[in-house]
């Protein structure tokens, strides 16, 4: 079981990012989310995190996923990632100043912008594959290559 989890909120064609202030990936955008606590599932985790950050109370994911890696001690690491979608009607202003960093709304087209250095590294190679179909995926990367399955 990883540690951590990344989650991503999709309302019509925008998603809700969090420029974190601090580390790790501190200054870039990426999804909410954070460490699984003790006693919690992935899943569990992924929604605590969500509503804790963003006061976003979510539900069902619409897919998900893990990121694996081989660490320098070639261990093997990773991240459970989560998109979920809420309705349309749902609003808050951003961008908001959280104790975690700046949470905003920002356009898919942006967040997919291949010459976008502002997003955390590897989601512009994953997050397409969870908006494109409902299910659980497996992403891994070996030598800057992504295999999926699932």
């Known amino acids: 079981m990883f540690k951590y989890t ?7 064609n925008k998603m809700l990012l969090l420029n974190r202030e601090k580390a790790p990936i501190m200054g870039v955008w990426n999804g909410v989310g954070g460490k699984i606590e003790k006693g919690e599932s992935p899943d569990e985790g992924a929604l605590r995190e969500v509503f804790e950050e963003t006061g ?7 897919s998900k996923g893990t990121v694996t890696w081989e660490t320098s ?4 690491d990773g991240i459970y990632v989560y998109l979920y979608e809420v309705d349309n ?3 808050d202003e951003t961008p908001k100043k959280t104790r975690e960093g700046i949470l ?6 942006w967040i997919l912008n291949p010459h976008n250095l502002g ?3 590897m989601v512009s190679q994953y997050l397409p594959v969870l908006l494109e179909a409902e299910g659980n995926y497996s992403f891994n990367y070996k030598d ?3 295999e999926i399955t699932g």
């Open 104 to 109: 905003d709304w920002k356009s898919i087209d």
């Open 144 to 146: 800057g290559q992504l």
């Open 119 to 121: 997003i955390a590294e």
């Open 89 to 91: 009607v749902l609003t």
């Open 56 to 62: 976003i109370r979510v539900h069902d994911y619409f």
């Open 6 to 12: 990344v989650c991503f909120i999709k309302k019509e």
């Open 73 to 76: 001690n070639d261990e093997l």
